[in-house]
């Protein structure tokens, strides 16, 4: 199967033309997919395009232009068609935060490319590595403002490359899972990656996330809280995400000290002063006179039983032993807190072998190791 070559795509612009290409799709047993997202500049964020590459094409979506992609959707739901994405995690909440859209179907290259032994995960680096094709990565076109109407040929470009190498990409990796054995384990990975779905983040809670925050006392806490509400306002009325509204920084600093001279707060420029001073003094006056927050309590602290340390440490030996042996990144032959668990509770290893963690192709694979480790005198 051969990549669609450089400058060989075509634009999705409107409801006629992706019926035409989703006729298209529908012949295939499998497409790929990506989508570019303007986060970095706009408030809320939007998907401002959706790629896609057939065997014989490679397809632009303008998701701005076309009012009802829901006949995309169908195609998205579609089990007889395989999707194949390369990191899909924000993808697929991106699609489904935007227009609930589910990816039945799923084959992540990203996913693939791990359980064949590579390290270096980014699609430039796997596409690098397995066909000696150099991706355009520069930093200007990743954070592009998708929104931006017209879109620069060199960006459009940009967003083709991202999917032109993928279908071929799928069959090198599904060749060689095939002959490793480990097809079973990326279509159940890759299963499990298309139940994700968008969370939005609590507005009584979100802020409680924010690096440093910790430091602060119940006062603190509750001026932070004002100050990201108002935050979050201004970033909604001026369409920007909110650290170009105010830093994290910005919104630590007056929370430690409500008082401070607003002149002398990291952030604050005369500018934004004039702009946002009145906003922000309000704000500062509601958390002040608010009730103290208080943090969720943390569950009791665990005192370690006797030799779980030492379980526990032969437990991740054998990990990485396990790692070497199948030439994999340790962390995906079990998961760790099963791991801990079963340092502190040995005597439930068969029960933690059915937990909800653990995948079933770790059950029929790896866990003959674990009880062999676990079996083992001294957990040698």
């Known amino acids: 199967m051969a990549s669609v070559q450089p400058g060989h795509w075509e634009m999705v612009a409107d409801a006629i033309q992706l019926g035409s290409l989703l006729t298209e799709v529908s012949r295939y047993p499998r497409i790929a997919l990506d989508t570019e997202s303007n986060g970095f500049h706009r408030y809320p964020e939007k998907v401002c395009l959706i790629q896609v590459a057939t065997p014989v094409g490679l397809y632009l979506i303008d998701t701005l232009a076309i009012e009802d992609l829901s006949p995309l959707g169908d195609v998205l739901a579609d089990d007889t068609i395989e999707k194949i994405f390369h990191a899909a995690d924000y993808d697929i909440r991106s699609l489904d935060r935007q227009w609930g859209f589910r990816v039945r179907n799923l084959y992540d290259t990203s996913i693939a490319a791990r359980f064949t032994g590579l390290s270096r995960l980014g699609l430039g680096s796997v596409i690098q590595e397995t066909f000696g094709i150099e991706l355009p990565k520069e930093k200007r076109l990743q954070r592009a403002d998708w929104s931006i109407r017209p879109l620069s040929l060199e960006a459009l470009e940009y967003a083709a490359s991202d999917i032109r190498h993928l279908l071929e990409l799928r069959e090198v990796l599904g060749q060689r899972l095939e002959t490793l054995g480990r097809t079973e384990w990326v279509a159940e990975e890759s299963a499990r990656l298309a139940e994700v779905r968008h969370t939005p983040a609590d507005p009584e809670t979100a802020f409680l996330s924010m690096k440093g925050s910790g430091a602060l006392d119940g006062r603190g806490l509750a001026v932070l809280k004002a100050l990201d509400s108002f935050r979050e306002v201004e970033a909604r009325r001026r369409g920007v995400p909110p650290f170009r509204v105010f830093a994290d920084k910005t919104l630590l600093t007056l929370a430690s000290d409500p008082a401070a001279d607003l002149d002398t707060v990291p952030g604050l420029s005369r500018g934004v002063l004039r702009r946002m001073g009145r906003g922000l003094y309000t704000a500062l006056g509601v958390g002040v006179n608010a009730p103290r927050v208080r943090r969720p309590p943390r569950g009791p602290r665990v005192v370690p039983v006797a030799g779980e340390p030492e379980r ?61 480790s676990a079996a083992a005198p001294e957990g040698k």
């Open 312 to 372: 526990l440490k032969a437990l991740k030996a054998w990990r990485i032993e396990e790692g070497k042996r199948l030439e994999l990144d340790p962390s995906v032959l079990w998961p760790l807190i099963s791991l801990e668990r079963l340092a502190r509770a040995p005597e439930n290893l068969e029960a933690e072998v059915e937990a909800t963690e653990v995948r079933d192709w770790q059950r029929r694979h790896i866990a003959l190791y674990l009880r062999a």
